[in-house]
């Protein structure tokens, strides 16, 4: 049971910034990532940028240069600053967790993801 509560997402014209927030809360263990992920009407979801525990960093082509994914000040948070916002950025953003599960006595282990339930972007003048 893990929740993913995501803010910060609105309205924002061409060319303007947003900042998304994500605290995760519940049964978590040992956090291997945490991330984001947008879905446009019409369109699959895709990956729009990921943080390691150890701190690497995974963005779209689509979003280089323009967005900067952090860790948030709170324990089990994350940020994504959006930069230079276009139409095209116009999704509903998902605040995703990827952690690891010790499922045995003898230290075998799974991954499992969790999921926000998404915020609403919308870049239009």
């Known amino acids: 049971q893990v929740q993913l509560v995501e803010s910060g997402g609105g309205l924002v014209q061409p060319g303007g910034s947003l900042r998304l927030s994500c605290v995760a809360s519940?049964?978590?263990?040992?956090?291997?990532?945490m991330g984001w992920y947008r879905q446009a009407p019409g369109k699959q979801r895709e990956l729009v940028a990921t943080?390691?525990?150890?701190?690497?960093?995974n963005y779209a082509d689509s979003v280089k240069g323009r967005f900067t994914i952090s860790r948030g000040n709170a324990e089990n948070a994350v940020a994504l600053q959006m930069n230079s916002l276009k139409p095209e950025d116009t999704a509903v953003y998902y605040c995703?967790?990827?952690?690891?599960?010790?499922?045995?006595?003898?230290?075998?282990?799974?991954?499992?993801?969790?999921w926000g339930q998404g915020t609403l972007v919308t870049v239009s003048s």
């Open positions: 995703y967790l990827n952690q690891r599960i010790v499922i045995n006595v003898e230290g075998a282990s799974r991954t499992r993801e969790h």
């Open positions: 519940g049964r978590i263990f040992s956090i291997n990532a």
């Open positions: 943080i390691t525990s150890g701190g690497g960093t």
